[in-house]
């Protein structure tokens, strides 16, 4: 798995390659967004990592598989506060917030909004693909804050009758105009924090379901 340095690929900090899988996928991800998921070839992902063309099918059955472990990454990086099992036990409220801010700062970097231009663009020509980083994606994530709900519901600190929906709206409420407006490079002065709209998410989100 990609560190969280890697997953955000090089928007922060230079990223430690561990890995050849890891050097893989760090490279393919950068040569997509450069010339796109058709125009990208194995044989140019093999030269500028500097691993040969069977590396890489050891690794990823195809190009396709390839792309979809990077979406896969991502939501590897988001949902991580979910899978700690001591916060599966915690405090809701403070789990949540975890997962709001790392879901929002992720969402508006430029690599991650280049990556969401970038599937919405090839999707029509390659619908199997979208499809494919669609559930490695953000169905991913979704899932997993689903069963995170159900379980809370369990413990009788949530009453959620659809942890599939609710996990739906929370991400939904989450993303709301903040993502669009990065998506369309439009600034507007005077907002709340990504920090202040984690949290506000998060307490609107409970009050609907908080037992």
């Given at each position: ?7 955000i690929?090089?928007?922060q900090a230079?990223?430690?390659r ?6 893989i ?8 967004l450069?010339q796109?998921?058709e125009?990208?070839?194995?044989d140019?992902?093999?030269e500028a990592?500097?691993?040969s063309r069977?590396?890489i ?12 472990a990077?979406a896969?990454?991502l939501a ?5 506060p979910?899978?700690?099992e001591?916060?599966q036990?915690g405090d ?6 975890a997962?709001?801010g790392?879901?929002l700062?992720l969402?508006v ?7 969401h ?15 494919q980083i669609y559930?490695?994606?953000?169905s ?7 069963t995170?709900?159900?379980?809370q ?7 959620v009758?659809d942890?599939?929906?609710?996990a739906e ?6 993303a709301?105009?903040r993502?669009y407006?990065?998506l369309?490079g439009?600034a507007e002065?005077?907002?709340?924090s990504?920090?202040t709209?984690?949290?506000?998410t998060?307490r ?8």
């Amino acid at each position: 798995m990609m560190s969280t340095d890697q997953a955000i690929s090089g928007d922060q900090a230079p990223r430690a390659r561990t890995t050849k899988r890891d050097l893989i996928l760090n490279v393919a991800h950068d040569l997509f967004l450069l010339q796109g998921f058709e125009g990208t070839s194995i044989d140019q992902i093999a030269e500028a990592a500097g691993v040969s063309r069977q590396t890489i099918y050891n690794n990823f059955e195809s190009k396709e598989a390839l792309f979809k472990a990077i979406a896969g990454a991502l939501a590897d990086h988001v949902v991580e506060p979910l899978l700690n099992e001591d916060l599966q036990t915690g405090d809701v409220e403070s789990t949540l917030i975890a997962l709001a801010g790392r879901s929002l700062a992720l969402m508006v970097l430029p690599s991650t909004l280049a990556l969401h231009r970038l599937v919405v663009t090839e999707a029509p020509k390659f619908p199997e693909v979208a499809r494919q980083i669609y559930q490695s994606g953000a169905s991913r994530a979704a899932q997993a804050l689903a069963t995170y709900l159900a379980n809370q519901s369990a413990r009788g600190i949530l009453a959620v009758a659809d942890p599939a929906l609710a996990a739906e709206h929370f991400f939904g409420m989450l993303a709301g105009h903040r993502q669009y407006r990065a998506l369309l490079g439009v600034a507007e002065p005077g907002l709340p924090s990504d920090e202040t709209r984690a949290a506000e998410t998060v307490r609107a989100f409970l009050r609907a379901y908080r037992v």
